[in-house]
């Protein structure tokens, strides 16, 4: 293998709280191995163009805080060829960076496998999303302060829905997995918490919200993630609203969105990203390639890329069966 000197680290897909404080961990640890950074802005996008940065150590001063991602993120179409892939390749060869840190999901780490395997580039990835659907790690990047930033507005809603005895479905991210449902569902009382990995019976569903709102409360938060498959709060609603058993209900949808990616990350955020982004550089200085670092049970371990996407991470069935007994 050729010696390690210089690194390229990126942040690609959606963004997470946290990318930076990852950013400045793989800076600072790959400085206290000699190595040098270079920054590749805009994921794949970045590096198929070229747009590479210099990073110091000051570059990455008064970041661990901040929300969003300084190397800024992207979708990359043209990194889904082969064409694309091989550009990139050049790109790094010119820049000399001969190991990369790739911050990012699933899709971030299937182009890494590609990557590795038709270029031999090694790289090492950071679990960050906030969907927490990366299997490999217990919690991903950015997780933690979703579910915070989730929880914060629901319970706000709960007010709102109490004062005026509303239903509300409230929608929550979460493309194919639930974690962020779940876990909302339970920290903020749910009646009931709709996700993709369980199929939804919209009989049942009516049924459930019913005898909810005619027994003892008058009011309910049914916590959809967005990637269920009857569709996400809004057109579950819209089927709510053709039953005539729902007429005397005062029905609202609210959707949380992209302010679940947004803000700055909590203090668990903090430490898993730099955690995280320290032993990244320990396995590329140690020769892995084509891994995802992640912790699991409190201790770190590295797991293939392929692996990791061609697995599903599993929710917690007695999570799931605890809403149940709660509602
Ligand atoms: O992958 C993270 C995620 O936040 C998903 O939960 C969501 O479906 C998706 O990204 C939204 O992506 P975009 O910001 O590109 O619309």
Not at 159 to 174: C, N, P
Not at 224 to 243: C, H, Q, S, T
Request: overall charge negative; hydrophobic content about 40%; some cysteine.
């Amino acid at each position: 293998m050729q010696s390690l000197r210089t690194i390229g680290v990126f942040t690609s897909g959606g963004d997470a709280p946290g990318m930076n404080a990852c950013v400045r961990a793989v800076v600072r640890a790959a400085h206290a191995h000699d190595l040098e950074v270079l920054g590749i802005r805009r994921g794949y996008e970045g590096m198929i163009e070229g747009d590479i940065v210099e990073l110091d150590g000051k570059s990455v001063s008064n970041i661990v805080q901040k929300g969003g991602t300084i190397l800024k993120s992207a979708r990359s179409k043209a990194f889904r060829t082969p064409e694309g892939r091989a550009t990139a390749a050049q790109q790094l060869r010119r820049a000399g960076i001969d190991g990369l840190i790739a911050i990012g999901g699933d899709g971030t780490l299937r182009g890494a496998a590609l990557f590795y395997e038709e270029h031999g580039v090694p790289l090492v990835g950071c679990p960050g999303t906030i969907d927490n659907d990366l299997f490999g790690t217990d919690e991903t990047i950015g997780y933690d302060t979703a579910l915070n930033t989730a929880i914060e507005n629901i319970d706000r809603i709960r007010d709102t829905a109490d004062a005026h005895d509303r239903l509300f479905l409230v929608e929550v991210m979460g493309r194919d997995a639930g974690f962020i449902a779940l876990n909302c569902g339970i920290g903020g009382g749910a009646e009931l918490v709709l996700i993709p990995e369980l199929l939804t019976d919209l009989d049942d569903v009516k049924r459930k919200i019913l005898s909810q709102m005619s027994s003892q409360t008058r009011s309910s938060i049914v916590v959809v993630a967005e990637g269920d498959e009857l569709g996400g709060a809004n057109r579950i609603a819209e089927a709510l609203r053709k039953d005539p058993a729902f007429d005397p209900i005062d029905l609202r949808v609210c959707i949380l969105g992209h302010t679940q990616r947004g803000g700055s990350p909590t203090v668990r955020d903090r430490v898993l990203a730099s955690r995280l982004g320290a032993a990244a550089v320990d396995a590329l200085v140690e020769g892995h390639a084509n891994v995802m670092v992640g912790i699991v049970n409190g201790s770190i371990v590295l797991t293939p890329s392929r692996t990791v996407w061609s697995r599903r991470k599993s929710i917690d069935y007695d999570l799931l069966k605890l809403t149940e007994i709660l509602r």
